[in-house]
Each structure stands twice: as structure tokens, then as C-alpha cells.
């Protein structure tokens, strides 16, 4: 995509995190009931996640979690950008309001330790949670989402720019995705390492060397550090898988193209699917492809002179 159409698609996010940052501080000074027909605006702090989900987590699990979980979310938000076949300026842009909401709140979570909401619409009898703008722009996103999928869903998938098998060089790829993974791994066992003993050394430094709160707070720690590694795994893997694809699918065409041609078989134009890499090879190809024909041209004329320079009347020599 153009720069243009970059900063229309990153514009959202920053919209979306900024409206929700000034609503929630004008929203810390509410001190009571504000009501405007069925909708009421009211001061709460919300421990969890979206609508108070995961609130009875202890503490440290659910903060640290949930603000890593953020962070997660927003590089896979990139990685998805990049790796979208079509600019689809809706999908992008739903996808930019759906991550700055999250962001919001994850902001609140590392600021305040908790999420400012303050919006309840209904009446004294039924009403719903409390929530905040950041919510109510995430379902925005999620509806832009949901109808990009289906107004564009063939030209995400288009079957035409799809190869019939995502393994087409098995050793190259798994190389690949494994080398991936091993780097991500090391980095994330370098984070655990230094945060764990950080973290461990700082309980130690304020409370002493108090078993049970060190439990506490380094059990849950590690078990969600394990959580968001495998994930991380997970997801570098299958991202290793397509990036080596891009690789691996030119190369792949490329032989397949050559083969035909020492084959002598009529070989269509070379086309490299879009976000392939080695798009040059589609120039190369079609050079080659014209080199032969011209090639072949000359031999054909030079046959044709060859057999119309031979008088009929001669006989060979017995």
C-alpha cells in the first residue's frame, strides 16, 4: 500500500486510543449519578477485562496477564497488516479501532491498575454493564471486521492466487519456521530469566524471604509467562510458514517453469502470486520466454531457406 493509505489505516488506532484516554480523565471526576434519558454516566473500576470478565483473578495474574495480553495483541495486529493480500482499507481499519480500544485499556491497566468504566445504559431495573468508549468502539471494530469478510471475502482468498499445497520445499520451510521459533524462544527465555529474578529480588528486598508471598506472586507470574510463550511459539511458527511459502512458492514456479521449458512444453507466462517474494522472476521469465521464441523463429527460417535452395531434380549420389 501507498503511505497514504498507511496513514489512513494507522489513523483510527490513534484516534480510537486518544478519545479513549480523554473520556476516561474527564470520566475520574465524576462523583455521582449523571443521567441523560437511559443513559447514566457513573464511576466504576473494573479489575478484569471487558464487562468485568477474569475480575476474580488474584491480582498480580490478572495485570500482568491481561496488560501482556495487550501487547501480544498489538504485534499480532502488525503481523496481520503486513501479511494481508489485499489493502482492504475497511478490514485495516476496523482491525486499527478494534486494537486501539484494547490498547485503552491496557493503558488504564498499567496506569491504574485497573479499567475506567463509567457508561450504563437501561433503566433502575434492567441495565447493562458498566463499560467505557474503548468497549463500545471495539464492537465498531468488530462490525467492520465481520463486514469486510463477507463484501471481500473472495479476494481475501482468491482461489486463483492460492497454490494447491503450503509445503512446496518441506526442508527449507521447517528450517525456517524452526529457525523462527528458536530465536523467538531465546528471547522469551532471556525475558523470563531477567523479569523472574527482578521480580523475585524485589519481593525479596521489600517483605524478606517470605515463602508464601513469594509463591504468591511468582507462581502465577511464571505460569503466564509459559502461557504467552507457547503462544508466541505457536504463532511465529505459523508465521515462519508463510513467509518461507513467499519464498519457497516463486522458486518453487520458477523450477516447474524450467523443467517445461527443457521438456519442450508450452509453458504459460511465469506469474508470482501476490506477497510473494522474487517478483523479478516474472521479468526473467517472459525474457526467457522471448529469447526462445526469437530463437525459434530463426531456425524455422533457416529450415525453410535450406529446403528451397535444394533443386528436386537432384539426386543423391548412390
Known sequence: MKKREWLIVILPLVVTWLVDRVTKLWATDITSVKS????HFVLHHNHGAMLGLFSDLPSVLRIVSLSTGGAFLLCTYALIQYMLPIKSLTLRCGLSILIGGILGNVADRIVWGYVVDFIVVGTPTLSSPAFNIADALQWVGYALIVFAIIREGELLWP???????????????????????????SLTLISLVFSYTYLRVTIQELVGNNQFLLNKFLVPYVITFIIICVAFCAITFAVGKVLSHRIAGPIYAF??????????????????????????LEALAEEITKRLNVIKAERTVNVVEFNDGINPDDKPRQ
Do not use: T
Open 159 to 185: 482461489e486463483n492466487n492460492s497454490r494447491k499445497k503450503f509445503w512446496v520445499n518441506l526442508s527449507f520451510q521447517l528450517k525456517y519456521c524452526i529457525l523462527m521459533m528458536a530465536v523467538g524462544l
Open 36 to 39: 441523560h434519558g437511559p443513559l
Open 255 to 280: 523450477e516447474r517453469y524450467l523443467y517445461g521449458i527443457m521438456r519442450g512444453e508450452n509453458i504459460p507466462l511465469l506469474k508470482v502470486r501476490k506477497g510473494d517474494e522474487f517478483k523479478e
